[in-house]
């Protein structure tokens, strides 16, 4: 009987999968490295832990930095820049500055309204119990007697 893709394209690349999926691959991009279908992978995926298990490592490494990313970015951040300058005397001055990134407004309301979406969300569910009282001249009207003082008596 012929082996699987699974024992032939897969099995003994896990650590390969892992790591592809830590670069940032997608599970599509990483199943045309293996040489199988998405739908393959999508399949084994489900069927074998071992494979789940590497893509998810792989996986939570790469999602961990960039949220350290984004929360850098949207808080804002100092770093160290080093500068050489050439003098008119022909020798070199090194200079360190300490430089400032401000928070990024838009990294701000991108991390609240995914971790705090009952507070920051665009829309937000508005529940109205009871009734809208009111004085309505026209509710005792028919239909005909609200056409006629719309369009008049035509």
């Known amino acids: 009987m012929a082996k699987s893709k699974w024992e032939t ?12 999926a ?5 599970d599509e991009q990483i199943a045309k490295n293996l040489g199988i279908a ?13 494979l789940s298990a590497a893509l998810k490592r792989g ?7 960039v949220e350290n990313a ?5 808080l804002g951040y100092n770093y160290v820049e080093e500068t050489t300058e050439e003098l008119p005397n022909g020798t070199t001055k090194s200079k360190t ?31 109205h119990s009871g009734e ?10 028919t239909t005909e007697e609200l056409k006629k003082v719309i369009f008049g008596d035509k």
């Open 97 to 127: 500055v300490i430089k400032h990134i401000s928070g990024d407004t838009t990294a701000q309301i991108f991390w609240l309204k995914n971790r705090k979406p009952d507070v920051w969300r665009d829309k937000t569910a508005i529940e």
């Open 9 to 20: 394209h897969v099995k003994d690349r896990l650590i390969e999968v892992e790591g592809w």
């Open 38 to 50: 998405y739908s393959t992978l999508r399949e084994y995926r489900e069927k074998y832990s071992a």
């Open 70 to 74: 984004l929360l850098k970015r949207a």
């Open 59 to 65: 996986k939570e490494v790469v999602d961990r930095e």
């Open 132 to 141: 809208i009282k009111g004085d309505n001249p026209f509710s005792n009207l």
């Open 22 to 26: 830590r670069d940032g691959l997608t």
